[in-house]
């Protein structure tokens, strides 16, 4: 089988207070990835604006919520265009025409065409974590997007920790998953119980490399860094192979981290491993009871 390369890259970026701020600073770091070669180009969770579900729900996080398409929509597909990439927007607050709010990401390809959405399906609620306070749970259902450089798919940050929603991606064709993240350690969740040790970043890599190993795919994860409030975002942005290698893996502070891929690798170790066509759905029903 012949070699597919493509070029990722991911956008390792910290906050600042405004919107215009994080995004002209995305914009930037995207021309960046550009110039290095990547053809697909992801950026973090929320990347427009700080993480303000570190605080019950608050009037004025609702007011940065915005529609899609909307502005911020409008200069990521530029983006895409000028740059001929495929861009994952990172995800939105969404407003949604029907008054609900949601964590969205969008994709957009070389035209800068936006190829469609996804909603964040599984919604946190722990402390510095309340995002049950401003998301509706994701009605999209896991979707891959066919694009010129290859079959993608975006969970974003939660969904990282329920492997059905990777699998779930995997049976549909996705060759990479992309997660975009916002994970942090902060006084008051870490550690959750001090008699438990923890290993965030650990648990983190570890749970994600498992979904590229266990489906046969490439998996591309993008947190932000900084310190927001008592949260510090510890970056590790990372791309890990089929077979659980780490391509590479970023420290804690803002950068853009490429890496080349081979898309005839995933369907190379789906056929020699078998672990989605050995499958017994009739064994799975207490998975939805």
Not at 12 to 36: C, D, L, W, Y
Not at 59 to 73: H, L, M, N, R, V
Not at 84 to 108: M, Q, R, W
Not at 144 to 168: H, M, N, S
């Amino acid at each position: 089988m012949e070699k597919r390369i493509v070029r990722l890259g991911l956008i390792q970026m910290s906050m600042e207070s405004s919107a215009e701020a994080n995004i002209a600073k995305a914009e930037k770091m995207i021309a960046e990835a550009a110039k290095k070669g990547a053809k697909i180009v992801a950026l973090p969770e929320l990347f427009a604006t700080p993480y303000f579900c570190q605080a019950p729900k608050g009037a004025a996080a609702f007011a940065q919520a915005e529609p899609i398409p909307g502005s911020t929509t409008v200069r990521l597909s530029a983006l895409a265009k000028k740059y001929h990439i495929v861009l994952v927007g990172g995800s939105i607050f969404e407003k949604a025409p029907d008054g609900k709010f949601y964590n969205t990401a969008c994709v957009f390809g070389p035209d800068g065409t936006m190829l469609g959405t996804y909603r964040k399906t599984h919604i946190p609620h722990d402390p510095a974590f309340y995002e049950q306070d401003y998301f509706a749970p994701g009605d999209t259902g896991v979707r891959v997007f066919a694009t010129p450089y290859g079959k993608i798919a975006v969970l974003i940050c939660y969904d990282q920790w329920f492997p059905e929603a990777a699998r779930i991606a995997a049976l549909q064709g996705a060759e990479i998953i992309f997660y975009p993240t916002a994970i942090a350690t902060a006084p008051t969740i870490d550690p959750v119980d001090p008699t438990i040790p923890e290993d965030w970043d650990k648990m983190w890599t570890a749970a994600q490399v498992g979904h590229a190993a266990a489906n046969s795919i490439y998996i591309a994860a993008i947190n932000r860094v900084g310190d927001e409030g008592d949260m510090h975002f510890w970056g590790g942005s990372f791309i890990a192979d089929p077979g659980a290698n780490m391509l590479i893996k970023a420290k804690d502070t803002e950068q853009v981290i490429i890496a080349e891929c081979d898309l005839s690798y995933p369907k190379k170790m789906q056929e020699a491993w078998r672990f989605l066509q050995e499958r017994r759905p009739e064994q799975y029903k207490g998975l939805v009871e």
